[in-house]
């Protein structure tokens, strides 16, 4: 069965202190992986995809890195401003649909 | 520039009665899709529309209808509201189904009573 799992599901960390969020996936054939931020009562925003193992994004403070089994998210020197659910999503290569994975929720604390 | 728009924020069904939760979008994107969002769960996937005319069905489709009628619109049709639909669902665009970026709606946070 096609599955992806975030871990933690939920991060707290001092502002300044930098760390990794990470997003396993089991799948059958990967097209695409991608991550999304969410801000509480709103719909999730685009921020990287990837396709190959090896690749890495980079936006801010934030870098998205991929292997063939999972994805890491590191966060660098993060500000309170970057606190959200950041969620992880496969895209399969037999057809257009995404795996959600259930989010880690990242708070930064000033 | 609107992006993609969700009506209404919120709604409270009883149980049986239908509605519909509205998407539309003005980037002239032809892939569109609803999502559900529960506690503790990643999204999934309901229905989907490659473009005017054309869906299909998702993950968890039983309970929801859809149509595309034209590019911009998207809408969700509750048949018979039970209270396992409580949820906040998502719509969401991309100009295409793979590999590109996808836009959300704000999304509707639904009670079903």
């Known amino acids: 069965e096609d599955q992806v799992t975030q871990s933690p599901e939920a991060l707290r960390l001092q502002e300044g202190e930098s760390s990794s969020l990470n997003c396993s996936y089991t799948?059958?054939?990967?097209?695409?992986l991608f991550w999304y931020r969410q801000d509480p009562g709103k719909g999730p925003e685009f921020l990287f995809t990837?396709?190959?193992?090896?690749e890495e994004k980079e936006k801010e403070r934030l870098k998205a890195t991929l292997t063939k089994k999972e994805s890491f998210l590191h966060i660098t020197a993060p500000k309170p401003e970057d606190s959200a659910t950041y969620l992880c999503?496969?895209?399969?290569?037999?057809?257009?649909?995404?795996?959600w994975g259930a989010g880690t929720k990242l708070i930064i604390k000033p | 520039n609107a992006g993609v728009t969700q009506t209404p924020k919120f709604q409270v069904l009883k149980t049986g009665q239908s509605m519909t939760l509205q998407c539309a979008q003005d980037?002239?994107?032809?892939?569109m899709s609803w999502y559900r969002q529960d506690p503790g769960m990643g999204l999934r996937l309901i229905h989907y529309s490659v473009g005017a005319g054309i869906t299909d069905q998702g993950e968890v489709p039983n309970g929801y209808n859809v149509s595309r009628s034209t590019t911009e619109d998207f809408p969700l049709r509750l048949l018979s509201a039970a209270p396992s639909q409580t949820s906040v669902y998502f719509c969401?665009?991309?100009?295409?189904?793979?590999?590109?970026?996808?836009?959300f709606g704000q999304g509707t946070r639904l009670t079903v009573v």
């Open positions: 969401a665009s991309s100009y295409a189904p793979t590999g590109t970026e996808a836009f």
């Open positions: 999503a496969v895209q399969l290569r037999s057809n257009y649909q995404l795996i």
């Open positions: 799948v059958s054939g990967l097209r695409g």
């Open positions: 990837l396709y190959s193992a090896g």
């Open positions: 980037m002239n994107h032809e892939y």
